[in-house]
């Protein structure tokens, strides 16, 4: 019944590395990238949106969904540059240097050893939010602690999986997620009212940037494009395809935020901690057998939560396995040995207040990490004029072991 | 890990005994013993190798040459079609008179055995297979040479209608378990040269006809060569079911999904060699194994392809929500009323809460009673004997059920639950897919006594997780939804017109794309070439 | 059969995790219906009052139905119990009763909150936090003040339903659907109370009859008193039809020799707020007429028109009515225009007080009536 039982022997790879290039096609990339994008946002950030923005936060919600939409064209490009290689192999190729290897080199392992905390954080902050909102509507009585570990157990066993999986995975529950979406647009038909959007254009400039700002955060999350454009199939049309993810992701959660909005005003939607459960308590179904919808919608959010926690946990893990060049089999060992720490990372917080004010310095760390130095690479990549060289693409298997050192 | 080792150890040391034991046998049969020239000879090396089995008999015989050379005629006694044995092998060989004395074997070869199926040995082993496959043996005093004369002919049952997968529409006729019969009844479906039939023997000791059925130019090669490579990998003593191998070629052993599917109807197993995947047949068993098999497979009936395109997929709608019924209903009848009685409508929950009232066990025990005795009322009624059965099942059913409540031991809800479950599992038309969503729901079910709503999603997504591991010869399991494959999806959830379905199921990569050739570039894109063209 | 052991260890394990924290069965909990807050004798308390049906006892559920005794005329009066406790909060309320309630109480199904005119008079804001607060109430709760107590209203014998909450719920759900009772539930209250300086919630009104309960129109609340109310069904066209988008009563108008029923069956409106804060409202109201006891000839357009206008009329003056009584008696805005006002002129919202300032604004209403057809005869 252990998931992870990989296949008969004749078909594994008995100990050498496994090159996973080329298992995920473009549509699955796509997916993997929308998931990961609206995992956590869906639960706190219209309300998050409603605080720092005020009644702006409807309109520059969209904006800032545009303009992360650009920084992903970005970021796909300097992907595209280096075919089929994740960014623990080309962030030290872009930093290299001739004189002083170890300088270049430093500065790479600083980069993804930062990003790897920054995931890791990621990965403690989105387990807690989902297990707070589900201890909040669904098991009020249980333990934090038994949410938690459930959750990152079974984020955990799905983590360490072959990367095709992962992408078949996402692929699958694809489809499911859509559904609160499409319930949402009955709950605005319902019980929306044109007035709660409004006033608009009433902050000023500062305002406006921060809207802008905290916004844009809740689209983060884009950054696992690092990581799995090294297992693209097409690598061509990839701007593409994740420039739609982003824009579909943008859509998804811009009209959870403008429904919120529709329904309930600014006030009454920043003053509600999980609007978005209250959102779908909003209406009574009338045809379903279940009294609530909302409880359909918690059943989703569960499978929200699940795949995009392990979405977070397979890069962070691929990315520690690419660095270290860790056995295929021993990827669950490293999966394993990283869950004390997302564990510890999710019971830090004392209460939830705490817990909020902590999500929100971590998510302006975030900036950095999804904005600033997508750009650093990006323009230090065109100055330097780094690529893979077309050499590379023909070599396959094997090179991962040496691609850092060309 | 010392655990491990030691094991490891232990299937070693008995490996090399098996090893050395079957290497005795094959040696004491005499893989390389030719036939001798002394009639005698072969006789008492026979008898020594069947140690006097009485069913062997050898009639030994002077033949009506110049100087009455002796001949023997060596057959099983049931297995023979004793017609052929007796009036057109052991008749002319003792009435016909031979002139030519230089050359009997060529005159017996060509003149006096009046059967089609005759092919000459030397070799002692293939004497030996020959009679207990149930050919014919002739040997002649002198000759090194001796004859295998095709006389299988045992006793059969005839053909039946398929008892597991009866259809309202559609043939109904069902596989043989003489393997023969079912290749015929194939061929007779499949009148194409290019059908493949590669012979196996497996089972050291049973030394089952194993038959691998392909398309060449159609079937993908890789799979060809897998179903192959596994079939020759396989080392077993006997081989009695397709279930037998069914473990063995299956990729992955530690799953409650089925990945080979069976059939027992000929006309499936044709259409799943059109699309493009292998069939094994196994002497002896009525069923064959089909390969490689999808999930979306295990709802499919081969009626949904008989009956027009708008009833099968209404009718593979009714399945899937069937399947899901299965699976799910006594796990959220727990959740709900152990943990979000709110998500009930709130007079029903009135209603629910009353019929509790007098139940003594929480929900999960409640449920797991009742699954549990209808699991055992299900295994019941299929030893018991003939019509019985389903009375039986119906009786205890209804008896236990009524009472069961009455007595205040569970609540009509449950009983409404568990009889919804276990008629929706009887609508899955695959008996092992079925039997494997019997079993998940009792992890659901416990999922949901300890966690609710959540527990079922953390359980379901686990679920989702292995479905999503296993492959079928190298094909994700979950295709054509993971990977998606557009143009299969087609023929996943709803049938779409057989039209619209030109081109063959792309995840099998078949080498033959279509079924229908020379469409014109229209209707190509209309029928889904487009779809199909951009998987690799 | 390595995994033998790992399959072991969660069979063990799992029937011990069963029956932790959150199962709690469904017939081990109270399921609240109802809750009536009263205001008790001492100063800035109130009583609540919960009310509990006893599933066995409900027809339907499990084994024989039945009425409650309620000879005395002290007991429950129907297969029911209500338990209540006085306090300064609700909190505290609660917790009298509940320990004197065997099983924990439940407010997931919880269908109606019932108020009494006194304590809504007080205020209601104490006893609204704590609910707002619990994920497990529902927004979908109707909200209603009654005359006279609270706790009496659940304890009426009505006739066709065995909890009296059902027939409130029953009727409410069916009233604001036909669109003659205020949409008004427990979602819309919290969002209504949300708008900075403009917080005019309404609620239904019931009043307790002998048998069943009769609706009499709204409460009208500023913050969370009461402040007066609006009786009856003709008045309360105008709430309907601006507040919630329903479509209203039939209205009556009286012709020469006879009277003409005008029943609508869709209402739109659209307000317009100008910079200086004066509102205009047009309302389109379209309907049907339902009687006819006049000798008017209804194939005629110039009688249709004629009706129409009329009906026009009678609309307008029933609003002018409401607002100047909305503004000059009750200082309240019924209408939740002050939501509009912010939306559309933001700069003027913000420098006047809008709770204070609203008696001072200028309304105008315009009507506009079309009759589609007539029924089956052709006059």
Not at chain 1, 269 to 279: C, G, H, M, P, Y
Not at chain 2, 383 to 399: A, Q, W
Request: proline residues 5%.
């Amino acid at each position: 019944m252990t998931p992870n039982n990989s296949s008969q022997p004749s078909q594994s790879a008995s100990s050498k590395k496994v090159d996973h290039r080329g298992s995920l096609s473009s549509y699955q990339i796509y997916v993997l990238v929308v998931l990961s994008i609206i995992g956590a946002p869906l639960l706190n950030f219209p309300r998050f949106v409603a605080t720092e923005a005020g009644a702006d936060g409807v309109w520059l919600s969209v904006i800032s969904g545009l303009l992360v939409t650009g920084f992903v064209f970005m970021v796909s490009k300097l992907c595209q540059r280096f075919t089929g290689q994740t960014f623990v192999q080309f962030i030290p190729e872009i930093f290299e240097t001739k004189r002083m290897k170890w300088f270049g080199k430093g500065i790479a392992s600083l980069i993804i050893i930062g990003f790897a905390l920054y995931w890791m954080n990621q990965i403690s902050f989105q387990v807690r939010l989902f297990s707070e909102a589900t201890n909040t509507t669904l098991l009020p009585k249980t333990p934090i602690e038994v949410t938690i570990i459930t959750l990152l157990l079974a984020s955990t066993l799905a983590s360490y999986s072959r990367p095709a999986v992962i992408g078949m995975l996402n692929e699958l529950l694809f489809p499911i997620i859509l559904i609160p979406f499409a319930l949402q647009l009955y709950v605005v038909f319902k019980k929306g009212d044109w007035v709660h959007i409004f006033p608009l254009f009433q902050s000023d400039w500062k305002g406006l940037c921060k809207g802008i700002l905290s916004n844009g955060l809740g689209f983060s999350g884009f950054e696992v494009l690092f990581l799995i454009m090294g297992y693209s199939q097409k690598v061509d049309h990839s701007s593409k395809v994740n420039t739609r993810a982003m824009l579909t992701a943008a859509i998804l959660l811009s009209s959870t935020v403008i429904a919120q909005y529709f329904v309930f005003g600014v006030n009454a939607l920043s003053k509600n901690l999980w609007s978005a459960l209250d959102f779908y308590k909003e209406v009574r179904p009338e045809l379903l057998v279940i009294e609530r919808i909302e409880a359909f919608v918690l059943g989703i959010w569960v499978v929200i939560a699940f795949i995009a926690i392990t979405n977070l946990q397979f890069v962070l893990v691929r990315t520690i396995c690419e660095a270290f060049h860790v056995k295929e089999e021993q990827t669950k060992y490293v999966a394993w040995s990283l869950f004390p720490f997302f564990y510890g990372g999710a019971m830090v917080s004392e209460n939830i207040s705490d817990f909020f004010a902590k999500f929100q310095e971590h998510s302006y760390v975030g900036f950095i990490f999804s904005i600033v130095i997508p750009i650093l690479l990006f323009l230090l990549a065109i100055i330097r004029r780094k690529r893979s060289s077309p050499k590379k693409k023909d070599q396959k298997g094997g090179e991962n072991h040496h691609a850092t050192s060309t | 890990m010392k655990m491990r080792k030691l094991r490891f150890l232990r299937d070693q040391k008995r490996k090399k005994i098996l090893e050395q034991q079957s290497k005795n046998k094959v040696e004491e049969r005499s893989e390389n013993k030719g036939i001798s020239k002394n009639l005698d000879e072969n006789l008492d090396f026979l008898k020594n190798v069947f140690g006097n089995s009485t069913d062997i008999i050898t009639r030994t015989f002077a033949m009506k040459t110049p100087d009455h050379s002796t001949g023997a005629v060596i057959y099983i006694d049931e297995m023979v079609n004793k017609d052929i044995t007796h009036n057109y092998i052991l008749r002319p060989l003792m009435q016909e008179e031979i002139q030519d004395q230089t050359d009997i074997w060529k005159n017996v070869v060509q003149k006096l055995i009046e059967a089609g199926e005759v092919k000459e040995i030397t070799k002692m082993k293939e004497v030996i297979n020959g009679i207990l496959s149930g050919d014919t043996i002739f040997l002649l005093e002198g000759t090194t040479r001796a004859l295998v004369i095709g006389t299988k002919g045992w006793t059969t049952r005839s053909v039946g209608e398929p008892r597991a997968e009866s259809v309202v529409r559609g043939p109904r006729e069902g596989l043989s378990e003489t393997s023969t019969f079912s290749l015929a009844m194939i061929r007779h479906r499949m009148k194409d040269p290019d059908l493949r039939i590669q012979s196996f023997v497996i089972g050291e000791r049973t030394q089952t006809a194993v038959s691998l059925l392909y398309v060449e130019g159609l079937t993908n090669e890789q799979i060809v060569e897998t179903a192959r490579n596994r079939l020759k990998d396989i080392k077993i003593d006997g081989i009695l079911e397709t279930g037998y191998l069914e473990e063995y070629l299956q990729d992955q052993t530690w799953t409650p999904f089925p990945q080979i599917q069976n059939t027992e109807r000929p006309d499936s197993v044709v259409a799943h060699l059109l699309e493009g995947r292998v069939a094994i047949l196994v002497d002896g068993s009525p069923h064959a194994l089909i390969a490689p098999a999808v999930f979306t497979q295990f709802y499919n009936s081969p009626e949904d392809y008989y009956e027009r395109y708008l009833i099968s997929s209404f009718l593979r709608l009714i399945r899937l929500f069937s399947f899901a019924i299965a699976l799910l209903l006594p796990a959220f009848y727990i959740a709900f009323v152990s943990f979000h009685p709110e998500l009930i409508p709130d007079q029903l929950s009135i209603a629910m809460a009353a019929g509790r009232a007098s139940v003594p066990f929480p929900s999960i025990v409640e449920a797991l009673l009742m699954e549990g005795s209808i699991e055992v009322l299900r295994e019941a009624s299929i030893r018991l004997p003939g019509p019985i059965g389903p009375t039986i099942g119906i009786v205890g059913g209804l008896v236990i059920g009524t009472s069961a409540v009455q007595a205040g031991l569970v609540s009509p809800a449950i009983v409404i639950v568990v009889g919804m479950t276990t008629i929706s599992s009887y609508a899955n038309p695959s008996y092992n897919a079925a039997i494997s969503i019997r079993l998940l729901r009792f992890p659901l079910m416990i999922a949901a006594s300890i966690l609710g709503l959540f527990g079922i999603m953390i359980a379901l997504m686990l679920m989702i997780l292995h479905m999503v591991q296993i492959r079928s010869f190298g094909v994700p399991y979950m295709t054509p939804f993971a990977p998606l494959r557009w143009g299969a999806v087609r023929d996943a959830i709803v049938r779409v017109p057989w039209k619209y379905m030109n081109a063959r199921p792309s995840f099998l990569k078949p080498q033959d794309r279509y079924r229908q050739k020379n469409l014109s570039s229209e209707e190509a894109v209309k029928t889904g070439r487009d779809a199909s063209n951009d998987t690799k | 059969m390595r995994h033998l052991p790992k399959v072991l260890i969660f069979m063990l394990i799992f029937p011990l995790l069963s029956g932790c924290w959150d199962r709690r069965e469904i017939e081990d909990r109270s399921f609240v219906s109802a809750i009536a807050i009263d205001s008790a004798e001492e100063e800035g308390q109130a009583e609540i009052s919960v009310q509990i049906p006893i599933p066995n006892k409900v027809t339907g559920g499990g084994s024989g139905g039945g009425g409650g005794d309620s000879a005395d005329g002290k007991g429950p009066s129907g297969p029911f119990e209500l338990l209540s406790g006085v306090g300064k909060t609700y909190t505290e309320a609660m917790h009298q009763i509940i320990s004197s309630a065997n099983d924990p109480l439940f407010f997931g199904n919880m269908q109606v909150i019932m108020i009494s005119e006194e304590q809504a008079k007080k205020g209601i804001e104490p006893f609204m936090d704590a609910l707002k607060r619990t994920s497990e109430v529902r927004r979908q709760l109707y909200p209603v003040v009654v005359k006279g107590k609270a706790k009496e209203a659940l304890n009426i014998k009505v006739p066709s339903e065995e909890i009296p909450t059902n027939y409130i719920r029953g009727m409410l759900r069916s009233g604001t659907k036909n669109g003659i009772f205020t949409d008004v539930t427990f979602g819309q209250l919290l969002i209504d109370m949300e708008i900075p300086n403009c917080q005019f919630p309404v609620m239904n009104y019931l009043e307790p009859i002998e048998g069943g309960y009769k609706w009499d129109g709204v409460a009208v609340f500023n913050r969370d008193k009461m402040v007066g109310m609006i009786h009856g069904r003709e008045d309360i066209a105008g709430v309907l039809q601006v507040r919630t988008n329903q479509r209203g009563h039939v209205v009556i108008a009286p012709r020469s020799d006879g009277a003409i029923a005008f029943h609508p069956y869709r209402s739109g409106r659209k307000i317009k707020v100008k910079p200086d804060g004066s509102i205009e409202i047009h309302i389109e109201v379209t309907g049907f007429i339902q009687e006819k006891t006049s000798k008017d000839d209804l194939s005629k357009v110039e009688v249709i028109q004629d009706v129409s206008n009329q009906v026009a009329t009678i609309y307008q003056d029933r609003m002018k009515r409401l607002i100047t009584r909305s503004q000059k008696e009750l200082q309240a805005d019924v209408l939740n225009l002050g939501k509009y006002v912010r939306a559309y002129q933001p700069k003027f919202y913000n420098s006047i007080n809008w709770q204070e300032e609203y008696p001072n604004i200028r309304i105008t209403t315009k009507y506009h009536v079309t009759i589609h057809r007539y029924g089956i005869s052709s006059d």
